[in-house]
């Protein structure tokens, strides 16, 4: 039973163009989420998170936003870079004493130049 | 220049024998974790450890061993009871179990023929 969604698989986008990455979730006791972009052959590296308490946050070109009861979450790129192309994968933690990361099975994003 | 690193980068291994991937921190991290890719999905979490000497077993342990007898050091053991050990595997740490962003190592891409 996958917790943490990512339904679309791979996107096109024209460089200069905003991306946007959707992610849901179905464990309301997630209460972090965070963004982490992964090229070929290499580990993850962590872009932006977000605390349940908050709807939005923003860093440079990036920014996520939560919507709790639609346990969704979205993460907008703009404007997209071809250096952006990569798997992006959404990841939850939640309350208890293991706080271990959920994540979603990624999507791929290209940017066109 | 604090980081992760796990080697190698990539391992082949004859089915039937025991593998152990290296993973070093030093970032002075207390929680350190393993995590394997498939293609097309996310990253699921085989073991975690938050202090030296305990580790905890995560979602798809079995066919896995892992040991903390340093806290830079968190090796993991593929074993010839792990019925499907060919993956990306990566390690990551993080401050502690509460602390949210955890950090990657480059990955270990095991094949097993």
């Known amino acids: 039973d996958q917790q943490v969604k990512q339904n679309s698989p791979s996107l096109s986008v024209q460089e200069g163009r905003i991306s946007i990455l959707n992610c849901d979730y179905t464990n309301s006791m997630f209460d972090y989420f965070l963004w982490y972009k992964k090229y070929p052959a290499e580990g993850p590296t962590f872009l932006i998170s977000?605390?349940?308490?908050?709807d939005k946050n923003e860093d440079g070109r990036f920014t996520v936003f939560l919507n709790k009861s639609a346990k969704h979450l979205s993460l907008h790129i703009v404007p997209s870079q071809p250096g952006d192309s990569a798997v992006y994968f959404c990841a939850a933690i939640g309350r208890g004493s293991a706080r271990q990361l959920t994540f979603g099975s990624g999507t791929q994003l290209t940017v066109l130049p | 220049d604090g980081g992760i690193t796990q080697s190698p980068k990539y391992l082949f291994r004859k089915e039937g024998q025991n593998v152990t991937l290296s993973c070093e921190q030093n970032?002075?991290?207390?929680?350190m974790y393993w995590y394997r890719q498939d293609p097309g999905q996310g990253l699921r979490l085989i073991y975690y450890s938050q202090i030296v000497n305990d580790f905890q077993k995560g979602d798809i342990a079995e066919g896995y061993s892992v040991s903390r007898e340093k806290k830079e050091s968190f090796p993991l053991t593929v074993t010839s009871a792990q019925k499907n050990p060919t993956a990306f595997y990566l390690c990551a740490s993080s401050i502690d179990l509460q602390g949210y962003e955890q950090y990657f190592g480059p990955g270990t891409r095991l094949t097993v023929t």
């Open positions: 977000i605390s349940s308490i908050k």
């Open positions: 970032l002075n991290h207390d929680a």
